[in-house]
C-alpha cells in the first residue's frame, strides 16, 4: 500500500464536478464522489447512465471536460500516470489479455516498474482469485471470458493497489465463480483496499456490505435510483 495519506490519515479517491460532454449530451453531469480505504462502494444504473463512464474518469483513462479526479487530495493530472495506475487499478469488463502465458499477464504491471514476481508470488495473485497455480503456463489466448475476467484481476492485483476500480466483475462468471469474487472483493476491503464495483445487479451491494449509488442520466445519486 501507499504511504501518503489525506489531512485526517484517511487513504481516499474523491472526484468534484466531474461533467463529459459527447455529441452534444451530457454523459457525466456534476458528478461528486468520494470512497476511502477500506469502503466499498457499488454503482448501478441502466445501460448507457454513465456508469461505466464515469469508471474510466475516475481512472484517468478519460479526461473530463470540467471537474477533477483527486488521490489523497492530490489531482490526478499532477501525479505522473504510471505512478497514479498503480495506485488505482482499473478492470474492464472485457479485460484483453496480453501475449504470452497467464503468468507474463499477471506479472506484467510489476515488470514496468522494474520489478519481477515470483512464481510463487504469480500462484498466490492466482489464488486469490480462486484459479489454481497451474492456470500460470497457460497461453492466455486459450481462456474462456471468464477466466479471462480473473486473470485481468489478478494481474491487477499484483500491482498492489490502494483503490480498485471494477466494472462488472461477475458478468462473465457462473455463480459459484461470481460468489468468489463478490467474497474476495470483502476480503481486499478487509484488508484496507478501497474498491468501486460498476454492477447491474441490485444484489451485490447488500453482499457486499457497500455504500450503493445510482447513476441516471450522467448523475450520481446515493441509494436507490
Known amino acids: ?14 472526484a468534484r464536478g466531474l461533467g463529459l460532454a459527447r455529441e452534444g449530451r451530457n454523459v457525466l453531469d456534476g458528478v461528486d464522489f468520494a470512497i476511502e480505504a477500506g469502503a466499498i462502494a457499488c454503482i448501478e444504473g441502466p445501460s448507457g447512465c454513465g456508469k461505466s ?20 487530495g492530490v489531482a490526478a493530472h499532477a501525479i505522473a500516470p504510471r505512478t497514479f495506475r498503480r ?5 474492464p469488463q472485457q479485460a484483453p489479455m496480453l501475449e504470452g502465458t497467464v503468468a507474463d499477464n499477471v506479472a506484467a504491471g510489476p515488470r514496468l516498474r522494474g520489478a519481477q514476481p515470483t512464481p510463487t508470488r504469480v500462484e498466490q495473485c492466482l489464488a486469490l482469485v480462486g484459479l489454481d497455480g497451474a492456470f500460470a503456463a497457460r497461453p492466455a489466448s486459450e481462456l474462456s471470458g ?70 441516471h442520466a450522467g448523475r450520481l445519486r446515493e441509494g436507490e435510483g
Open 146 to 215: 471468464g477466466e479471462r475476467q480473473r486473470v485481468a484481476l489478478a494481474r491487477a492485483l499484483a500491482n498492489e493497489p490502494e483503490f480498485l476500480l471494477l466494472d462488472e466483475p461477475t458478468a462473465a462468471l457462473d455463480t459459484r465463480a461470481a460468489e468468489r469474487i463478490l467474497e474476495r472483493v470483502r476480503a481486499l476491503a478487509r484488508e484496507g483496499l478501497g474498491l468501486v464495483v460498476v454492477t447491474h445487479e441490485p444484489t451485490h451491494a447488500a453482499a457486499l456490505g457497500a455504500r450503493r449509488r445510482t447513476m
Open 87 to 91: 495506485r488505482v487499478a482499473y478492470v
Open 1 to 14: 500500500m501507499g504511504e501518503s495519506e489525506d489531512a485526517r490519515g484517511v487513504r481516499s479517491l474523491s
Open 53 to 72: 463512464t464515469l469508471l474510466r474518469v475516475l481512472a484517468t483513462l478519460l479526461e473530463p471536460t470540467a471537474g477533477e479526479v483527486y488521490l489523497e
